[in-house]
């Protein structure tokens, strides 16, 4: 989505000219979400995954629970929680 948050940094100065043609706007990159909260027919849905406004399949690396619990394990030492 191209927002103003990377305004003051050269790589996104540099990927000006393409972002025009490859990224949403704002208003296009909310459609999913506004979708999501007001559709009726996403009453009663939970834990999918979304993508223009369609459920889609995660990727093989999202469904990956061994690969979820060791990123878990490794933020909760890095923010120095222990585990509950």
């Known amino acids: 989505v191209s927002t103003e948050l990377g305004r003051h940094t050269i790589l996104a100065t ?3 000219p393409i972002g025009w043609y490859i990224l949403k706007t704002p208003t296009q990159g909310a459609q999913t979400s506004i979708y999501c909260a ?3 027919e996403m009453e009663g849905v939970s834990g999918k995954y979304l993508k223009d406004c369609a459920i889609v399949e995660e990727s093989k690396g999202a469904q990956d629970d061994d690969a979820a619990k060791k ?12 585990k509950l």
């Open 71 to 82: 990123l878990w394990d490794l933020s909760m030492k890095m923010v120095g929680l222990e």
């Open 14 to 16: 540099l990927a000006l």
């Open 38 to 40: 007001v559709s009726e």
